[in-house]
């Protein structure tokens, strides 16, 4: 498997709009406004796949801890909105989830995250 370029702490690169399964719209990448938590961003390949629901399941079960050390979770996947509207509210996902879906895997590519085989 291949290492993704971004390691921890590292700038973001440009940033890019996305929409959220709620309908919002997020900014992804450039310097976080002052004040502002830090992110983890997730990249999953693929919304409710048994992979990525177990991910993203764990991320939502430690909700409390990852907040209480000052991070705001966002993950981002190639899926459509409504698949991940549908996702977030068949697993109580409580964080943002953005679509990467057109231009397919933009913003994972951005990252060093896009994995081209499987998208």
């Not at 990249?43 to 993203?56: D, H, I, R, W, Y």
């Not at 430690?62 to 190639?78: K, M, Q, W, Y």
């Amino acid at each position: 498997m291949r290492r993704p370029r971004a390691r921890v702490g590292s700038r973001a690169p440009r940033p890019t709009r996305h929409t959220a399964a709620d309908g919002s719209s997020v900014l992804l990448g450039g310097p976080l406004p002052p004040g502002a938590r830090a992110r983890l961003v997730v990249f999953l390949p693929f919304a409710a796949s048994p992979v990525c629901t177990g991910e993203a399941l764990a991320l939502r079960d430690r909700a409390d801890e990852l907040a209480a050390a000052g991070l705001d979770v966002v993950a981002v996947t190639c899926d459509a909105v409504p698949a991940l509207s549908a996702w977030a509210r068949a697993e109580g996902l409580g964080f943002p989830l953005l679509s990467d879906f057109w231009p397919h895997g933009a913003a994972a590519r951005a990252h060093g995250a896009l994995d081209r085989a499987t998208g």
